[in-house]
């Protein structure tokens, strides 16, 4: 069974030391957007990259679209390749909505994680006014899902400039579109609606994991007002704002990700060092 899941979740495992380091990527992409920032920790950690079923290179025969219709069913992969690999004391790194299949996870299986680090995170990606600003109008995601059934190559073209937030980076853009158009377009809608027709902001509050909240600047899909309203909402959080513009810094500001990341992990080593000496 432990040799299936790796399998259909395409699993790889990398590094030197003890502790894991789990990344998990976000809508339309697969493991290999964390090119630039995961080789950061092989040295130190124990690196472990997958792909969701249905993105990169998972085995697509294992999609089962009522499991994956709502983020539950990612946060399953998340543990079982977790447990397949028989992973404690994790560090659990998640990208846009994959920050909030972290959360999801560790709420079923708080014991499994020591750290998680939420980038782009949004819990709610719809505007609930007058009290929430999630950025995205109803409309507007109506109009996204209608165009995703009828022109494929078309939304993926329209939403990677979106995701990616900065004109000046145009290979990254394309290589969003790229990922995007990809992945199955019946796949990608149920995602897309797993994703942006989601709301856990009710499941914020019962995260127990102590948890790094990177904000960007300039970000569309996951705007300062929601980092914020984590910040107030999510126990045991640190909130850091990056200068790195858009929602994918792995991408377009790597050296920042890792730098930001690499220091909320060595001051929570030396909290617990300190509080084991007292």
Known sequence: ??????????????????????????FGCDQSMWRYVAP???????????D???????DLRAYDATRYGTLQGYASDV??????????NVILVGHSVSATVAMLASLRRPSRFSRLVLVGPSPCYLNDPPHYHGGVEPADLTALLDTM?????????????????????????????????????????????AMFLSDHRHDVPHVSVPSLIMQCAQDAIAPEAVGQWLARHLPHSTYQALEATGHCPH????????????????????????????
């Open 1 to 26: 069974m432990s040799n299936s899941i790796l399998t259909r979740n395409n699993v790889r495992v990398l590094g030197h030391g003890k502790q894991p380091i789990v990344f998990a990527h976000g």
């Open 40 to 50: 950061a920790f092989e040295a130190t950690h124990k690196v472990v990259l997958f």
């Open 52 to 58: 969701y079923v249905g993105a990169g290179g998972s």
């Open 79 to 88: 543990l079982e390749v977790i447990e397949a690999l028989e992973l404690t």
């Open 149 to 193: 059934e009828t022109n494929h190559t078309g939304w993926a073209g329209a939403l990677a400039p979106v995701f990616v937030g900065n004109p000046d980076a145009p290979e990254h853009v394309a290589e969003i579109a790229a990922s995007f158009c990809a992945t199955d377009p019946a796949i990608a809608r149920r995602f897309a609606e």
């Open 251 to 278: 991408l377009t500001h790597p050296e920042e990700t890792m730098r930001v990341i690499r220091a909320y992990l060595e001051a929570a080593v030396g909290t617990a060092s300190t509080a084991a000496l007292v």
